[in-house]
């Protein structure tokens, strides 16, 4: 009967044992694969937050063409959920100075996991108004500072980071995005690796 190709002759399945490793292997691949989509998405959402920041810092000057008023940038603090809330306000009186009665053009929400500091260089710090890191855009198209209501002297930076870059987080490479805004407002970005 070596001719007959019946259930018992030399065809075997696989073993529970090989099933096992292999759902193994298939299991690590998995875990190797979530763990690097994940480190791309958390650094290509800082990359997107910088780029929507510099957008929306960018609008304040379009806001100004269109209504002849100057235009606040305002940073708040961080609030108790880790996030903070960038505002665009319209200087209604046109004095330089944020007041509550001035009316908000729009926000942004920039989240816990996205860092937020001001320049570490005491020139090319953002002023503080109010608790919030505060620049104007004037009628004139110009950067003001509206602690002195004088056109800014150099870039103001601030720069933003992903909460795993810093200290001894895990992500890597490390790198951060500075926003700066031009004396004659200009908003850039530039990626830095550290």
């Given at each position: 009967?070596r001719?007959?190709?019946?259930?018992?002759?030399?065809?075997?399945?696989?073993?529970?044992?090989?099933?096992?490793?292999?759902?193994?292997?298939?299991?690590l691949i998995?875990?190797?694969?979530t763990?690097?989509?994940?480190?791309?998405?958390?650094?290509?959402?800082?990359?997107?937050?910088?780029?929507?920041l510099?957008?929306?810092v960018?609008?304040?000057?379009?806001?100004?063409?269109?209504?002849?008023l100057?235009?606040?940038?305002?940073?708040?603090?961080?609030q108790a959920?880790?996030?903070r809330?960038?505002?665009l306000?319209?200087?209604?009186n046109?004095?330089?100075?944020?007041?509550?009665t001035?009316?908000v053009l729009?926000?942004?929400t920039?989240?816990?996991?996205?860092?937020?500091?001001?320049?570490?260089v005491?020139?090319?710090?953002?002023?503080?108004v109010?608790?919030?890191?505060?620049l104007?855009c004037?009628t004139?198209?110009?950067?003001v500072?509206?602690?002195t209501n004088?056109?800014?002297?150099?870039?103001?930076?601030?720069?933003?980071?992903?909460?795993?870059?810093t200290?001894?987080?895990?992500l890597?490479?490390?790198f951060?995005?500075?926003?700066?805004?031009?004396?004659?407002?200009?908003?850039?970005t530039?990626?830095?690796?550290?």
């Open positions: 009967m001719g007959s190709r019946g259930f018992g002759s030399g065809q075997r399945g696989f073993s529970l044992i090989e099933m096992l490793i292999v759902m193994a292997i298939l299991g998995a875990v190797i694969l763990v690097a989509v994940s480190k791309t998405l958390k650094r290509q959402r800082l990359e997107t937050a910088a780029q929507q510099k957008s929306f960018d609008r304040a000057y379009v806001e100004t063409s269109q209504t002849g100057g235009v606040f940038v305002q940073i708040g603090a961080v959920n880790g996030t809330t960038v505002s306000v319209e200087d209604t046109s004095n330089g100075t944020p007041e509550s001035d009316t729009g926000t942004e920039i989240t816990a996991d996205i860092v937020l500091s001001n320049s570490a005491a020139a090319n710090q953002w002023p503080t109010g608790g919030a890191l505060t104007l004037d004139m198209g110009r950067a500072d509206p602690t004088r056109q800014i002297q150099s870039e103001a930076q601030v720069t933003l980071t992903h909460v795993e870059m200290g001894s987080g895990t890597k490479p490390r951060n995005f500075t926003l700066g805004v031009t004396p004659l407002w200009r908003p850039t530039t990626k830095t690796r550290y």
